[in-house]
């Protein structure tokens, strides 16, 4: 995946909007557009890998966020969902995150 700079970091380019994660917090998207998508990763699993055994992300809860000032963080959830495994919340997440976005455009 591209990375681009903004001079406080490096952050990943996924399907044309930045992905940052710390610790257990992703988000995705345009902080020009409407809605974000935020994921918190619950819990962790270990699998076998070539490399050897290693933790990925198993439950993650899954939030399509509005950006409207002022209102309270638990107003703002447009969508949410619990997931098992990165890939299937990225897919969810990212679907609602286009939808909501082209609505309010």
């Known amino acids: 995946m591209p990375e681009i700079e903004n001079g406080k970091g490096k952050y990943l380019i996924y399907k044309g909007k930045p992905l940052v994660r710390e610790n257990n917090f992703i988000c995705y ?13 619950l819990s962790q699993k270990t699998v076998e890998t070539p490399k050897g055994k290693e933790e990925v992300p198993d439950m993650i809860l899954v939030q399509v966020l ?24 990225l897919d969810i997440g990212i679907v609602a995150l286009e939808r909501l976005n082209a609505e309010t455009k």
């Not at 345009?30 to 918190?40: A, Q, R, S, V």
């Not at 509005?66 to 919340?89: C, D, F, S, T, V």
């Open 29 to 41: 998207g345009d902080m020009e557009d409407e809605y974000i998508l935020f994921m918190m990763i």
């Open 66 to 89: 509005g950006r409207e000032p002022g209102k309270p963080g638990h107003a703002k959830i447009a969508k949410q969902w619990n997931k098992n495994g990165l890939y299937e919340a």
